[in-house]
C-alpha cells in the first residue's frame, strides 16, 4: 500500500526553523519526485518546491527561495524540507506528493500525496 507520511510540523515563531520530512512506503523512492505543497484556509493548493528523482533538479516557490530547502535520502525513502526564517504566511497545511521521475507545476499530475501536516507561524 502506497503510503506519504509529512512529520515534522507545529508551531514556531516568525523567524524560526522547521524541518519537515516526508516517508515513503509502497512504491520506490528513488523513480519519483517529490513535491511539497501547501494550503492555507480559504486558499488553494500551492506548489512551494519539488525534487527530482535523482535530486539533480529542484524547484522552488517565489515566495520560498533563499528560506527554504529541499532534499531527499533515498536510501531512507525520505524527503525533507528545511523551512528557515518562516514568516506568517508560511502558516498553511503541507502536504508532499509523489509522481514519476520529474517535477510538475500540475497538481494533477502528482500520483500519491500524503495526509498534510500543519504549520503555523505566530508570535
Known amino acids: 500500500q502506497v503510503q506519504l507520511v509529512e512529520s515534522g510540523g507545529g508551531l514556531v515563531q516568525p523567524g524560526g526553523s522547521l524541518r519537515l520530512s516526508c516517508a515513503v512506503s509502497?512504491?520506490?523512492?528513488?523513480?519519483?519526485?517529490i513535491g511539497w505543497f501547501r494550503q492555507a484556509p480559504g486558499k488553494g493548493r500551492e506548489a512551494v518546491s519539488c525534487i527530482s528523482s535523482s535530486g539533480d533538479i529542484t524547484n522552488y516557490a517565489d515566495s520560498v527561495k533563499g528560506r527554504f530547502t529541499i532534499s531527499r535520502d533515498n536510501a531512507k525513502n525520505t524527503v525533507y524540507l528545511q523551512m528557515n526564517n518562516l514568516k506568517p504566511e508560511d502558516t498553511a497545511f503541507y502536504y508532499c506528493?509523489?509522481?514519476?521521475?520529474?517535477?510538475?507545476?500540475?497538481?494533477?499530475?502528482?500520483?500519491?500525496w500524503g495526509q498534510g501536516i500543519q504549520v503555523t507561524v505566530s508570535s
Open positions: 506528493a509523489g509522481q514519476y521521475l520529474y517535477c510538475s507545476y500540475y497538481v494533477d499530475q502528482y500520483n500519491y
Open positions: 509502497g512504491f520506490t523512492l528513488d523513480y519519483y519526485a
